[in-house]
């Protein structure tokens, strides 16, 4: 009876902390885009200085395309929660779902169009949308799905990329876009809030609409929901939990595995799209799979359960501390801010995401501490189903 409870405690936990890692290595990345034109430049190429290209390669390999994918599974891990507790409780999901998902893209668009272009809610919205007319296959047929959809398209599209560089090299290599680099300085560094404004609507749709890119988004986001379902009802937490030694290997199979992939643009040549493409669209969720398991299975003993429960605590909050993350980085860097926007180096960004992210963590932690869900989690939850609580 201990060991079940035990197991269940790390379960939950682990959820938890997942939540929390992969928000704050979203936040790493993002906070590329916050100070500097990210969209539109090649950054092997755009950073000059040893230390900084040092600490880029250090969140190509490690971070990039490996915390988002975390992310959306633990969206579609939460959803399939959400569905069976429903279905117990009074037979239908879908309209909650339809309200969930409903105050979720309209948050995602008020994010993307007055705070920062990249916001991830909206296209997290649609995919939920999706979602809801899966969530009631099996286990095996949602894991089986997500992983067809993921990497079926990825090893072709991979391929087909790889064949062109092969074909024709000059067109494969990574440009960086110089109107639009300049277009994004003038604006954030020292436009008037209507002109950010402007130029933040046109970076989310060259981002979202723009040559197809929004099916692109749905690709490589929708397969991660299909996962993260079939992850819960198929109980591998638990599963993991329950075997940690295994746990271990599947870390360490996949972690090597990952980073293989992951290394491939700093080995065979950072600048072809191929490369930079099977990095992160297979390379990236190898190695998110991998920190999963390594989560999980930390999570079993005391002392790293312990040492891991600050991100737990930020977890808890990630709605809020997502969208706190875009409204200081957006103040910090945007011309009706402080002006920062490309006068920092990289370095410098990773310093102030730790800071930030470490006070985040501070005060998700006095506020669960008070409180049952954090605030913007509050008034999801009261849009979604009428009440508090």
């Given at each position: 009876?201990?060991?079940?409870?035990?197991?269940?405690?790390?379960?939950?936990?682990?959820?938890?902390?997942?939540?929390?890692?992969?928000?704050?290595?979203?936040?790493?990345?993002?906070?590329?885009?916050?100070?500097?034109?990210?969209?539109?430049?090649?950054?092997?190429?755009?950073?000059?200085?040893?230390?900084?290209?040092?600490?880029?390669?250090?969140?190509?390999?490690?971070?990039?395309?490996?915390?988002y994918p975390l992310f959306a599974a633990m969206f579609g891990f939460g959803a399939a929660m959400q569905h069976e507790k429903a279905?117990?409780?009074?037979?239908?999901?879908?309209?909650?779902?339809?309200?969930?998902?409903?105050?979720?893209?309209?948050?995602?668009?008020?994010?993307?169009?007055?705070?920062?272009?990249?916001?991830?809610?909206?296209?997290?919205?649609?995919?939920?949308?999706?979602?809801?007319?899966?969530?009631?296959?099996?286990?095996?047929?949602?894991?089986?799905?997500?992983?067809?959809?993921?990497?079926?398209?990825?090893?072709?599209?991979?391929?087909?990329?790889?064949?062109?560089?092969?074909?024709?090299?000059?067109?494969?290599?990574?440009?960086?876009?110089?109107?639009?680099?300049?277009?994004?300085?003038?604006?954030?560094?020292?436009?008037?809030?209507?002109?950010?404004?402007?130029?933040?609507?046109?970076?989310?749709?060259?981002?979202?609409?723009?040559?197809?890119?929004?099916?692109?988004?749905?690709?490589?986001?929708?397969?991660?929901?299909?996962?993260?379902?079939?992850?819960?009802?198929?109980?591998?937490?638990?599963?993991?939990?329950?075997?940690?030694?295994?746990?271990?290997?599947?870390?360490?199979?996949?972690?090597?595995?990952?980073?293989?992939?992951?290394?491939?643009?700093?080995?065979?040549?950072?600048?072809?799209?191929?490369?930079m493409y099977i990095q992160d669209a297979i390379g990236g969720p190898v190695l998110a799979a991998s920190y999963a398991a390594l989560?999980?299975?930390?999570?079993?003993?005391?002392?790293?359960?312990?040492?891991?429960?600050?991100?737990?605590?930020?977890?808890?909050?990630?709605?809020?501390?997502?969208?706190?993350?875009?409204?200081?980085?957006?103040?910090?860097?945007?011309?009706?801010?402080?002006?920062?926007?490309?006068?920092?180096?990289?370095?410098?960004?990773?310093?102030?995401?730790?800071?930030?992210?470490?006070?985040?963590?501070?005060?998700?932690?006095?506020?669960?501490?008070?409180?049952?869900?954090?605030?913007?989690?509050?008034?999801?939850?009261?849009?979604?189903?009428?009440?508090?609580?």
């Amino acid at each position: 009876m201990q060991q079940v409870q035990q197991n269940e405690t790390a379960r939950i936990v682990s959820i938890d902390v997942l939540r929390g890692l992969s928000l704050f290595g979203i936040f790493l990345v993002n906070m590329l885009s916050f100070h500097s034109p990210y969209f539109y430049y090649n950054p092997y190429e755009w950073w000059k200085t040893s230390q900084d290209l040092l600490a880029f390669s250090w969140i190509d390999v490690f971070v990039q395309a490996s915390f988002y994918p975390l992310f959306a599974a633990m969206f579609g891990f939460g959803a399939a929660m959400q569905h069976e507790k429903a279905i117990k409780k009074n037979g239908m999901f879908v309209w909650t779902g339809i309200r969930r998902f409903s105050f979720l893209l309209v948050l995602g668009l008020l994010h993307a169009f007055f705070i920062w272009p990249g916001d991830i809610l909206f296209n997290y919205a649609v995919c939920g949308f999706l979602l809801l007319f899966f969530l009631r296959f099996s286990s095996r047929l949602l894991l089986s799905m997500g992983l067809v959809l993921l990497f079926v398209p990825a090893v072709m599209l991979g391929l087909l990329l790889f064949l062109s560089a092969l074909s024709d090299p000059y067109n494969s290599l990574f440009w960086t876009d110089i109107a639009s680099v300049s277009q994004s300085i003038a604006a954030y560094g020292s436009g008037s809030y209507v002109e950010v404004t402007v130029q933040r609507i046109s970076d989310w749709t060259n981002n979202n609409v723009t040559d197809g890119a929004f099916l692109f988004q749905l690709m490589t986001i929708f397969p991660f929901l299909l996962i993260g379902a079939g992850a819960y009802k198929q109980r591998i937490i638990e599963k993991w939990t329950a075997k940690p030694k295994k746990t271990l290997w599947i870390f360490a199979l996949l972690f090597t595995a990952g980073l293989m992939l992951k290394g491939i643009p700093h080995v065979l040549g950072p600048s072809h799209i191929a490369y930079m493409y099977i990095q992160d669209a297979i390379g990236g969720p190898v190695l998110a799979a991998s920190y999963a398991a390594l989560i999980v299975y930390l999570s079993t003993f005391d002392r790293p359960a312990k040492l891991l429960s600050p991100f737990a605590q930020a977890g808890k909050m990630s709605l809020t501390n997502y969208l706190m993350q875009s409204v200081l980085g957006s103040l910090i860097f945007y011309s009706y801010g402080l002006g920062f926007y490309g006068q920092i180096t990289l370095r410098t960004g990773i310093l102030l995401c730790v800071t930030i992210f470490a006070v985040q963590v501070i005060v998700s932690g006095l506020w669960m501490n008070r409180f049952k869900r954090g605030p913007m989690e509050a008034i999801w939850r009261l849009f979604t189903y009428g009440k508090r609580g």
